[in-house]
């Protein structure tokens, strides 16, 4: 096969992120008076009248999307039954999926067009069809079961017929008979064939293209007549179908792998003397794309320099589209050769968006409004008429307005060029186009079977179901003709339509923080500061602290607290502010400090520099909106681990510290200059130096002596679960007051996959979750459970996808998966392996390409239960699951691991995956996507059970953690919690009987449990305030929506944390009422001690609960104290303990039980946090859900809004 050798990198091109209106304004006066617009609707309105006057059947595309247009529910059902249903292997999955979609919509047949009657009979067979289809989880009769089955097969056949429309042939063959049928109504039609499918994602994928591809270019050219390219049809090839890493990063892979590949095909068609277009992919594939085109234009000019048959497709809304025609034109010139060029609007415009939202880029790559777009595209048609000595024009439009300025354009210049259609579309206007009889028109067909047409049928629906899209309003006789033809160039916006990256999270008003800097490292303008960093950037040592420093280091943080407490919340947010701005300048040099001492490769090590300033970022915005509560506890230490050593490390001493706290910060043992750097960045902010004391060590002597110093107020840590317990028992074993430790543990997280999943996206995720960083993430991927139906599928593109996986040296642009931090990791990883190679099945383990110490090639086993899966192994293994029958089972497996950090749910039944989250008493549930890298503020991160104890960090609870909080009213009277009356039996609750009360009680929707509570305490003559706190307690507890990139929801959720104890004894009848509100308003079940005149208050405070409606069951009351306390503890399924009066000896007690006990950390919430609102988080579990809402082939709401 032949080689091609490695041209030198260089930019072509100008930067993709400029400034829209700048760009737009230099193409409209390269534009300048050549085009006469009154001429172009004088051509175009009689093309518009006669569409109008003949339009098409109902079944079209133009039909359908008025009927239902994608912004509606029923639109958007319509397009997730056509990109999911044809691939669902088995019937119940097939009878969910179409029962949860239908049942989104009121097909109701309103239609006033000219199908009304059509309209209406197929809205009617839709709403008949819902009543034989059960429920999204398959409850219904035997009569229901039977109906849903013809329902199914019914909307399969009608997914099919919507196909048939798009795709020419299931094979080349079929494709290339019917194209001859068009060609006797049609004579002049030319067909551009494109093989469907998704780009590979392994060896296997990239061969089974080629072969498709050399199979229809041979039965082309085998009935090849034309004397040119031009006139004859051809074939359109996608690179990233042919190579599985067609990636700026892998430029040398790609011109040693790719290029062989396409030369194979370029001979092939050169030979005939057909055409092949290299089809228009992302923008960060741009430049490559380019190299591509210049080192294959030189083999041609050698090999077959007569050949005009090759090209490539140019997307007019990237805002570099012109610039990209001028160079194409100078390398056709360079080489002697003559190139096809096709102008497209293009297709991937709302992930480009989400791309640089998600980037932190300081622009779009491509233009936000349509009629920008639309400009471009006229100046870009102009710029390739220019250059028809060197270029032949191909423009593909459906816009009538557009076709019409171009025939204007090139007849002006006398230049050869055609117009080109998607078949399936816009056959009315090209009807009327080619009536002419001097205007060639070619076929953009797709070939392939119907499951493969699944996406670009979507992608299609998406971008001409837009309001502003030409197709729509076509259709929509309700849009004048003049202003169906409007000139572009009259419409030119002031200013973009989306607000910039940067100011994804300020309000309309400007207000809120800047979403931190990114860096494209495609583009080599922005990766060029970070490799000259890692040249100029060297790690120094940093001395361990002595056992003296610890003592030194506390009296003088002790001694500045008083001073930094008091300080203005506003000036200690400020000085956070400033250290944003440092440190999001300094990035380059930061990433360089982590790829040199953390081991990270160089997109994890950007992706943390912008964590750690959203922390300073966003922490400094809470403070201050709600300054009174920021005053400090003392102390705080905070404890971080080597994987994140900036970002946690900055989050958890930034947060301590703007809420008034001095900080002992101790970070990883491993990497202790990112940490020291940190600390010197925020002093050169305005920190004072009594107000942070970093000291280096190891855990087991400066950390133990900073947790075990009388004086540490509180801890903060993050890392194992095994060194959170030793962490919980060494304070609780101090005298003194209960301090808050704030953990965030591991996980064993899991993906559950069904098989209405689309598996390329599917191995995409894992492929990110669980090699990432090497593994070395708290929220990695360890489990994937994968429907039955599909498993053998998705394992084997699995299986390609890690051989795909480039391993080695972490400063290389190229590698994917660098080492591991130390020799004990490495270790500790490759056991497990070995372990696992003896009891598992082994699916495939990545190579070694470049050898360095401590490389652990990623690996996948198959198990064949959830309970082989012993322990988290913090590295890039992943185990795989085959599952069939109850999903909901699955999820009862995972959830009984008893770790909660991360899950993945990836489905296309929305009801399904809502329910999943409902359901899982995990911290971060993300559907459709991966499940790393949280953001702070849109995916506040942190888990349950043995994951952590919560609160969220980079969420809205997470600072009140670290605030003091006035004292409550102490024990009342002789019968305090510390002196009980009489000893007591231990404490015999029906734990089974709370838990299943406590599961209903939380799915009551939080207004009607609210309501209920309301109606209890109505008239107690503490009504007002339990009113007044329970409408503070609804806020607190509601779902909040948290700003993010476009094409995802996110949510915080907060539910019920389960079974609690609650200690009554001391507390006077008030604090006792705030307790059950602010306990049963979280949705949790009470199992409540109380003794003597607090048993009595305690049974009549109950009775008027019940005689409001609550469930029995849900607040169990038995006399005893803290000692009948002890053999609950014990009990796994409670869930914590919450005291309704303030005894802090007691307190103490219960927390050396608590923490003595095996397990998850659970919370003892005091009567210090049940009197404040603020602290209604500590009764519940925070949840965010995360939802790839244009997971089904692309943002609907995003292209609909579109101007």
Not at 127 to 154: C, I, W, Y
Not at 798 to 822: K, N, S, Y
């Amino acid at each position: 096969m032949s080689t091609f050798a490695l041209l030198p990198e260089a930019a072509r091109l100008p930067s993709p992120y400029r400034d829209e209106q700048a760009v737009v304004n230099a193409l409209v006066q390269s534009l300048g008076e050549r085009l006469d617009w009154p001429a172009v609707i004088q051509l175009a309105g009689p093309w518009v009248q006669q569409v109008r006057a003949n339009p098409a059947p109902f079944w079209a595309m133009e039909s359908l999307l008025r009927e239902y247009p994608i912004t509606s529910s029923e639109g958007l059902a319509l397009m997730r039954l056509a990109e999911a249903l044809l691939r669902v292997p088995d019937a119940p999955t097939a009878i969910a999926l179409t029962a949860d979609q239908l049942g989104r919509g009121q097909f109701d047949g309103g239609s006033e067009g000219p199908h009304k009657m059509l309209a209406s009979l197929s809205a009617s067979a839709i709403s008949l069809s819902k009543k034989f289809l059960p429920d999204a989880e398959g409850q219904g009769g035997l009569m229901t079961r039977l109906g849903a089955q013809t329902v199914v097969a019914a909307t399969v056949r009608a997914i099919q017929l919507l196909g048939r429309q798009f795709v020419l042939g299931r094979n080349i063959q079929e494709a290339m008979g019917e194209a001859a049928d068009a060609r006797k109504v049609q004579p002049m039609l030319r067909f551009s064939y494109d093989m469907l499918g998704e780009g590979a994602r392994t060896e296997l994928d990239a061969e089974r293209y080629q072969a498709a591809y050399v199979g229809a270019i041979k039965a082309i050219a085998a009935q090849a007549k034309a004397d040119s390219p031009e006139g004859a049809d051809g074939i359109s090839i996608k690179l990233s179908a042919l190579f599985s890493r067609y990636e700026v990063l892998q430029r040398e892979r790609v011109f040693a792998e790719l290029l062989p590949r396409v030369w194979q095909l370029i001979e092939l068609a050169a030979s005939a003397n057909i055409n092949l277009t290299i089809d228009a992919e992302e923008v960060d594939r741009l430049e490559l794309s380019l190299d591509v085109l210049d080192a294959l234009a030189a083999r041609i000019a050698g090999s077959y320099p007569q050949w005009r048959g090759f090209g490539l497709a140019v997307q007019a809304y990237q805002t570099r589209a012109l610039p990209v025609i001028h160079e194409v034109a100078a390398i056709a010139k360079k080489h002697g050769l003559r190139f096809m060029v096709r102008l497209v609007k293009g297709a991937y415009w709302d992930g480009e968006i989400k791309r640089a939202q998600e980037l932190g880029l300081n622009a779009y790559p491509v233009f936000t409004h349509k009629q920008h777009t639309d400009v471009s595209y006229l100046a870009c048609a102009q710029a390739l008429i220019e250059h028809a000595d060197v270029i032949y024009p191909q423009f593909a439009s459906h816009n009538a307005g557009t076709i019409a300025a171009i025939v204007q354009m090139a007849r002006k210049a006398g230049a050869k060029f055609e117009m080109q259609r998607l078949h399936g579309m816009g056959e009315g206007v090209y009807r009327e186009v080619l009536k002419d009889g001097t205007i060639p028109c070619r076929v953009y067909a797709p070939v392939g079977e119907h499951r493969d047409l699944l996406a670009y049928l979507v992608r299609r629906l998406l971008e001409n179901g837009a309001n502003s899209s030409f197709v729509h309003q076509l259709a929509d006789v309700n849009v004048q003709v003049p202003e169906l033809l409007g000139s572009p160039l009259a419409q030119v916006q002031a200013q973009g339509a989306l607000p910039l990256p940067p100011a994804l999270y300020l309000d309309r008003l400007g207000f809120g923080r800047r979403n931190s800097s990114g860096a494209d490292l495609t583009d080599i303008a922005q990766r060029q500061p970070l490799l000259q960093a890692l040249d100029e950037v060297r790690l120094d040592a940093v001395a361990e602290a002595r056992p003296e420093a610890v003592e030194a280091a506390m009296a003088r943080l002790q001694a500045g607290f008083g001073g930094w407490n008091s300080r203005p919340v506003a000036e200690r947010a400020a000085i956070l502010r400033r250290a944003a701005d440092a440190l999001d300048a300094r990035l380059p040099e930061f990433c360089a400090l982590l790829v040199k001492e953390a081991f990270k490769t160089q997109g994890d090590c950007v992706a943390e520099v912008r964590e750690a300033v959203d922390f300073l970022r966003y922490y400094a915005d809470q403070a201050e909106s709600d300054a009174p509560r920021m005053q400090g506890r003392g102390v705080f230490v905070c404890i971080s681990p080597w994987n994140f050593p900036l970002a946690i490390f900055a989050g958890q001493v930034v947060a301590a510290l703007v809420a008034g706290n001095t900080v002992a910060a101790k970070p990883a043992e491993q990497t202790p200059f990112v940490a020291q750097q940190f600390v010197e960045l925020l002093i050169e902010a305005g920190l004072p130096r009594d107000a942070l004391v970093l000291l280096h060590g190891a855990g087991e002597t400066v950390g133990a002596g900073l947790v075990a110093d009388a004086r540490t107020a509180g801890v903060c840590f993050t890392g194992s679960t095994q060194v959170a317990q030793i962490i919980n028992r060494k304070l609780a074993a101090k005298d003194g007051p209960v301090v808050p430790l704030i953990a965030e543990t591991g996980g064993l997280n899991a993906m559950v996959v069904d098989s209405t999943a689309l598996p390329e996206q599917v191995v995409d995720a894992v492929v990110q979750s669980a090699f990432r960083s090497a593994g070395q993430r708290c929220s990695a991927l360890r489990l994937l459970c994968v429907h039955e139906s599909i498993a053998e599928g998705v394992i084997e593109m699995l299986r390609g996808a890690l051989q795909e996986l480039w391993v080695g040296q972490p400063a290389e642009l190229a590698t994917d998966v660098g080492p591991v931090i130390d020799e004990e990791a490495f270790d500790n990883i490759q056991q497990n392996v070995a372990r696992l190679k003896r009891e598992a099945k082994l699916i495939a383990e990545s190579k070694v390409h470049e050898p360095m110490p401590r490389l652990v090639q990623p690996v996948a086993f198959e198990i064949p239960r959830i309970d082989v899966l012993r322990q988290e192994i913090f590295g890039p293994v992943l185990h795989v699951l085959r599952w069939g029958g109850d999903v909901d089972a699955v999820l009862e497996q995972i959830n009984a691991l008893g770790y909660g950090l991360t899950l993945g749910i990836q489905t296309r039944i929305d009801s399904r995956a809502l329910r999943l989250a409902d359901k899982a008493r995990i911290g971060n549930v993300y559907v459709n996507r991966n499940v790393i890298g949280a953001v702070v503020g849109v995916q506040p991160f942190g888990g349950e059970g043995m994951s952590g104890t919560g609160p969220k960090a980079g969420g809205p609870n997470y600072l009140y953690r670290f605030c003091a909080l006035p004292d409550a009213a102490p024990a009342l009277g002789q019968a305090g919690l510390s002196a009980p009356a009489s000893p007591a039996p231990a404490a015999s609750f029906d734990l089974a009987g709370l838990q299943a009360a406590q599961q209903a009680w939380g799915n009551t929707a939080l207004s009607e449990r609210v309501a209920l509570l309301r109606r209890a305490f109505d008239g107690h003559a503490s009504s007002a305030q339990l009113s007044a706190r329970l409408s503070l307690s609804q806020l607190r507890l509601s779902e909040q929506s948290l700003p993010g990139p476009t094409g995802e929801s996110n949510e915080l959720r907060l539910h019920g944390r389960g079974v609690l104890a609650l200690l009554a004894q001391g507390a006077s009848e008030e604090a006792l009422a705030l307790a059950l509100c602010a306990t049963l308003a979280s949705g949790n079940s009470l199992a409540l001690l109380a003794q003597g005149p607090a048993l009595t208050l305690a049974q009549t405070l109950q009775q008027r609960l019940r005689q409001a409606g609550l469930p029995m069951g849900l607040l169990q009351i038995q006399q005893g104290g803290r000692e009948a306390l002890a053999g609950l503890l014990a009990d796994e399924r409670l869930a914590g303990v919450v005291l309704a009066a303030q005894d802090v000896a007691t307190e103490r007690e219960l927390w050396r039980q608590m923490a003595a006990e095996q397990g998850a950390i659970r919370p003892l919430i005091s009567a210090a946090e049940v009197a404040q609102a603020s602290q209604q988080y500590r009764f519940s579990a925070e949840q965010t859900l995360t939802i790839n809402t244009a997971a089904a082939g692309g943002n609907a709401a995003l292209l609909a809004g579109m101007h």
